[in-house]
């Protein structure tokens, strides 16, 4: 894999339905792994700043435990309030069993 993409576990470590926050160029990433792929959102939620991490995941979605918005973790848009604005996501490639993400960073919320 080419830059700018860097290894940010080992597919394996992460079982599906699961995820692991990761230390990106001093920043706190998601990196989950759903029946439908790996993907990657920044852990802050949009409501209050609170990290995501904190919560969980439902299928293709991460929930924050603090007032329960969850977001779509392959665009990040909330789905339902208080949260209003989306999460913004990293690219990711997989190769060579490992996951890697592009650590660009991605467009803030729109
Ligand atoms: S801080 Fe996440 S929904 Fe309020």
Same mark, same amino acid.
């Given at each position: 894999? *080419?830059?700018?993409?860097?290894p940010v576990a080992f597919v394996e470590e992460i079982p599906i339905g699961q995820f692991r926050k990761v230390d990106v160029d001093g920043r706190s990433v998601i990196v989950a792994r759903t029946a439908n792929g790996v993907f990657a959102v920044e852990d802050l939620?949009?409501? *209050?700043d609170y990290p995501l991490s904190y919560g969980c995941l439902d299928g293709d979605r991460i929930k924050c435990s603090l007032h329960g918005?969850?977001?779509n973790l392959a665009t990040g848009e909330?789905?339902?309030e208080p949260a209003t604005a989306p999460i913004a996501t990293y690219r990711i490639e997989i190769a060579d069993g490992r996951?890697?993400?592009?650590?660009?960073v991605p467009d803030k919320r729109s």
């Open positions: 894999m *080419e830059k700018p993409f860097v939620c949009s409501h *209050e918005s969850r977001f909330p789905l339902e996951i890697w993400l592009d650590p660009t």
